[in-house]
Each structure stands twice: as structure tokens, then as C-alpha cells.
């Protein structure tokens, strides 16, 4: 059942709700770098409406294992996203997602359909915000040896490292440049 609520019993007032989501939108939508721990993650949510318009504020939080991109190593992260977002009534946002002034619509206002909002979508796009593209098991991780594979975290190695990666350009460091020649 994804989290939505019924819009009709909703006033000015907010009311507060604890809920969760399943994880099984994981897969598809974080790849292969993510696997999240346990198979829900909470949602604290704050909603009220006044008219047509529905605002809805909180918080989801989970945890998420994935390997080290630099070592390979499995660690674990925790999740702690806010969101506030404001649903407006059918036809009210531009079609085309843009405003007179071509800038791009507001992504923390969208429609509702007149009878529910979605709060499950809106708590899955603020945890894609807040995972980082190449997470580190630790900042100062110094990653896998490129010439042995040794985890220089562990132990060091004795290998030469290249100064650049394509050891093809290695020479040019060798030519001196004269910058007022
Ligand atoms: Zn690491
Ligand atoms: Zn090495």
C-alpha cells in the first residue's frame, strides 16, 4: 500500500502521522550502490489544508548498506531527509513546468487529484536527494592499491605508484618548459 492521504477529513490544523514505507522501490530506483537495511523506512509527516491547497512537512529516515567506492569495504549509512511540500488543486500548476519567467517549476509543489496525496513519492525523491553518488566507508579512506589490490586501510604495500593515471604521458613530465622562452 503506498502512503498516501485521504484529503477531505484534513483542515487547517495539522494533524501528525507516523508511518512507514516498504523498500522494494530500492531496486529499480537506486541501482546497484544501495541495499537497504530492514524492509521499511519511517515517515513522520505533518499535514493540513486550507482550501485546495495541501501542505505537507516531515521527515523519512532509514538505513542503507553499500560497498566502499573506494575499497570495497561494506559499510552502512543512516538516512535522515526533511521535506515540506505543498499540493495544489488540478490544473493550477503550468502544464508545460515552467512559469512565465522560464524557470523551472517548484519540485516541492506539485497537483493532487482532488481526493489523496501522495507522500510516499515525495519521501522516496528527498532519500535519492541524500545519497551521495560515491559513498566513502570513511572520509580519509585511502582505497584499494591500484597495482596489487592491497586495502591500503589495512596494510601498505610497496608498490611504485604512477604519479598519473595513464603512465602512456609519464615522459612529458620529464620536458622542462621555459615559461619566458
Ligand atoms: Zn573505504
Ligand atoms: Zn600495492
Keep these: 500500500m503506498p502512503l498516501t492521504i485521504d484529503i477531505a477529513p484534513l483542515t487547517s490544523t495539522p494533524t501528525t502521522r507516523e508511518e512507514s ?3 522494494d522501490w530500492c531496486a529499480e ?3 546497484p550502490v544501495y541495499r537497504p537495511v530492514g524492509d521499511s523506512l519511517a515517515v513522520h509527516v505533518k499535514v493540513s489544508r486550507v482550501a485546495d491547497l495541501v501542505e505537507a512537512s516531515g521527515r523519512v529516515t ?4 553499500f560497498d566502499c567506492s573506494r575499497c570495497a569495504a561494506e559499510a552502512e549509512l543512516a538516512v535522515d531527509a526533511e521535506f515540506e511540500h505543498h499540493f ?5 500548476l503550468d502544464a508545460g513546468g515552467e512559469d512565465d519567467d522560464g524557470f523551472d517549476a517548484d519540485p516541492d509543489v506539485s497537483e493532487h487529484d482532488g481526493a489523496r496525496v501522495d507522500i510516499e513519492e515525495i519521501a522516496i525523491q528527498h532519500v535519492l536527494l541524500a545519497l551521495p553518488e560515491a559513498p566513502v566507508c570513511a572520509e580519509d579512506c585511502k582505497g584499494l592499491c591500484p597495482v596489487c589490490g592491497t586495502d591500503r586501510n589495512r596494510e601498505s604495500c610497496s608498490c611504485a605508484l604512477p604519479k598519473s593515471a595513464d603512465s ?3 615522459g612529458l613530465s620529464q620536458i622542462k618548459i621555459d615559461p619566458k622562452g
Excluded: K, M, N
Design 168 to 170: 602512456r604521458w609519464a
Design 29 to 31: 530506483r537506486l541501482g
Design 21 to 23: 514505507i516498504g523498500t
Design 88 to 92: 495544489v488543486g488540478e490544473g493550477q
Design 62 to 65: 532509514g538505513r542503507f548498506a
